[in-house]
């Protein structure tokens, strides 16, 4: 099983300096892969609204100053921007990166971003959908024919296309636990993000229905190399349980699983947020875990 990190925006991502030192930790740690989250407008004291960096400019920006991780978005909310600049800026991010890009996608919950961008929120699912398939068209070759018909305007592509090219096949991910987004990810991804961000206690039932809906999805069988990947909260377990917890996941099919580090996301008693963590704290986090996991001495 693969071990990443999901990037702590909310908190230390207004510090370019912090950015910098955790990112760098987390690919001298072992770590396989980093996330980054997605949105692009919020309004205040709402999640949305929160500091978040714009995904492809932080991961082009990480790929110039990392060597092996793998660049990972947890999800770009496809639907809400137009479907050749995605692939555009995604096949940029995997040729700095050298082919380091796994691109997680979803629809999102946010009907004010959709607003904002110009596009339909309720047809989101199927203007996807169509997206994932010209994506793929728009890598394949500099010249293609392709339309998306769904949502506000049609993105009509006649003779033309990006350049250049990605490095490689750039494989998708889809995100979500809802009926059309366990098909959508058997049927036009590569893996699912199963958004489970607790921990093993805490999820396992859920995560085992899911699991089953998924394979139901697909036929009774997923795809050969079909990834899994799920969340673990470690700030909120004790460590002695750490390597146990990685090792279940990994027997109940998880081939991959994603630390969150950042609890200002949660409420604590009262209503109130917990206090976030430094960088340092976050990279002391990463530290114990990889010690407690056998990836550094």
């Known amino acids: 099983m693969r071990i990443g990190v999901i990037f702590p925006c909310n908190e230390i991502g207004g510090d370019t300096g912090a950015v910098r030192a955790y990112v760098q930790a987390a690919e001298d740690l072992g770590f396989d892969h980093l996330e980054v989250f997605d949105h692009v407008v919020g309004e205040p004291n709402n999640y949305a609204g929160r500091l978040w960096r714009e995904p492809f400019v932080l991961l082009g920006y990480l790929a110039a100053m990392t060597t092996t991780i793998e660049l990972a978005t947890g999800i770009i909310i496809l639907p809400q921007r137009q479907t050749a600049l995605v692939a555009k800026q995604a096949a940029d991010v995997d040729l700095w990166s050298d082919g380091r890009l ?136 004790d460590p002695d349980t750490w390597a146990d917890e990685a090792a279940e996941w990994e027997a109940l099919g998880a081939t991959h699983l994603s630390l969150r580090t950042d609890e200002s996301r949660n409420e604590v008693m009262g209503g109130i947020l917990a206090a976030p963590r430094t960088v340092d704290e976050h990279i002391d986090l990463l530290t114990s875990y990889a010690k407690a996991l056998g990836r550094t001495s």
């Open 102 to 237: 796994r691109l997680g996608l979803g629809v999102g919950w946010n009907p004010f971003e959709y607003d904002a961008l110009g596009q339909e929120f309720h047809t989101r699912g199927r203007r996807m959908d169509e997206q994932i398939d010209a994506l793929r068209t728009l890598w394949s070759a500099s010249v293609v024919d392709l339309s998306v018909n769904v949502g506000t305007g049609t993105e009509q592509l006649t003779g033309g296309g990006i350049t250049p090219l990605p490095a490689g096949n750039i494989p998708i991910w889809i995100g979500g636990r809802s009926e059309a987004a366990l098909k959508r990810a058997v049927t036009k991804g590569q893996g699912w993000l199963s958004n489970f961000q607790d921990h093993l206690a805490n999820d396992r039932a859920e995560f085992l229905q899911s699991l089953a809906d998924l394979t139901a999805a697909a036929g009774g069988t997923l795809p050969p190399g079909f990834g899994i990947e799920t969340w673990t909260s470690p700030g909120r377990t």
